[in-house]
Nanobody, 119 residues
Framework: QVQLVESGGGLVQAGGSLRLSCAASARRFSRYAMGWFRQAPGKEREFVAGIILTGSRIKYADSVEGRFTISMDNAKNILYLYMNTLEPEDTAVYYC????????????WGQGTQVTVSS
């Protein structure tokens, strides 16, 4: 099972930017998807963005569309989430996840990284 380790979280003012990284311990192949989720205090974990490793399909939650960008460096096994124009509502613990494309279940999870956006 691949290990996922997130980094890059922190405190930023509204309107600012952050880049999250997720390092995978092993290489995955084309039939694999990776994504970002987040969980705010008192709320359920929600999908933020996802990508199939071939780069052929990318999906964003409506709340981040146009502000966040997901990308994958397959050579380095690192998943990124570029977050721009951050809002206080983006405050949450952000998790990296992975799954087989055909599965509905995300089976691999990182430990999470805190993102706090101040107003």
């Amino acid at each position: 099972q691949v290990q996922l380790v997130e980094s890059g979280g922190g405190l930023v003012q509204a309107g600012g930017s952050l880049r999250l990284s997720c390092a995978a311990s092993a290489r995955r192949f084309s039939r694999y998807a990776m994504g970002w989720f987040r969980q705010a205090p008192g709320k359920e974990r929600e999908f933020v963005a996802g990508i199939i490793l071939t780069g052929s399909r990318i999906k964003y939650a409506d709340s981040v569309e146009g502000r966040f960008t997901i990308s994958m460096d397959n050579a380095k096994n690192i998943l990124y989430l570029y977050m721009n124009t951050l809002e206080p509502e983006d405050t949450a613990v952000y998790y990296c996840a992975g799954k087989v494309v055909k599965s509905d279940t995300w089976t691999e999870w990182g430990q999470g990284t805190q993102v706090t956006v101040s107003s």
